[in-house]
């Protein structure tokens, strides 16, 4: 089971561009951190899947598992693990990553 759900995550952070893992979604997030994470993707205009991990504990707990941290959310660019909210936030104000997301785009 857990394996699967493993398998079930990196065919989605695969599968996209950019992804998600937060608390709630993105029209109604349950935390502060998912709320931030989502407004600064939001910022740079281009789309985003997102999987809301307090619909599944699988997920929740997988997703820890899968890039070896602890909290969510979780943000995935172009198949990698980037980070947290505050690795987000301190890309985002070093002009970090509007360049990743670009590139991730080919644009």
């Not at 493993?6 to 937060?22: G, H, P, R, T």
């Not at 307090?54 to 997920?59: G, H, I, M, N």
């Not at 985002?92 to 990743?100: I, S, V, W």
Request: charged content about 25%; hydrophobic content about 40%; glycine content about 8%.
């Amino acid at each position: 089971m857990a394996e699967d759900v493993l398998s079930k995550i990196d065919e989605k952070v695969k599968s996209n561009k950019v992804v998600l893992y937060m608390k709630g979604t993105p029209d109604f997030p349950q935390c502060g951190f998912s709320a931030h994470t989502v407004e600064i993707l939001k910022s740079y205009g281009f789309p985003f899947a997102t999987e809301d991990v307090l619909a599944d504990p699988a997920v929740r707990d997988g997703i820890k598992r899968y890039a070896n941290w602890p909290t969510i959310p979780q943000i995935y660019i172009d198949g990698k693990f980037v980070g947290g909210c505050d690795i987000l936030h301190e890309l985002h104000e070093r002009g970090e990553l509007e360049p990743m997301l670009k590139a991730a785009f080919g644009k």
